[in-house]
Nanobody
Framework: QVQLVESGGGLVQPGESLRLSCAAS????????MNWYRQAPGKGRERVAQ????????IYVNSARGRFTISRDNDKNTVSLQMNSLKPEDTAVYYC???????????WGQGIQVTVSA
């Protein structure tokens, strides 16, 4: 049974940091790109960051570049998103996503709320 379980969300003030984690099980983790998406109220879902199967390549949406860092541990089957200098516009539900590098398999976590507010 495939599972992606996010943790680490919450309420923080602007300028603070938060670290999201996603624990994966039920599939061959290293064969999948891992992504963090987010969806703000009234907006579509956007990909915030992606990391390759080996962890050697990471890409970010422009608004996150320089503030967010995605990382993965293939021994522990986890992927993390370190978010620094958070802004109110980062407020969203964040989703962990796994997409097979070769193939069509794709999995989603249940999502976790991040709220940035003074």
């Amino acid at each position: 049974q495939v599972q992606l379980v996010e943790s680490g969300g919450g309420l923080v003030q602007p300028g603070e940091s938060l670290r999201l984690s996603c624990a994966a099980s039920g599939f061959t983790f290293s064969r999948f790109y891992m992504n963090w998406y987010r969806q703000a109220p009234g907006k579509g879902r956007e990909r915030v960051a992606q990391i390759s199967g080996t962890g050697g390549t990471a890409i970010y949406v422009n608004s996150a570049r320089g503030r967010f860092t995605i990382s993965r541990d293939n021994d522990k089957n986890t992927v993390s998103l370190q978010m620094n200098s958070l802004k109110p516009e980062d407020t969203a539900v964040y989703y962990c996503n796994a997409k097979e590098r070769i193939g069509a398999a794709e999995y989603w976590g249940q999502g976790i709320q991040v709220t940035v507010s003074a």
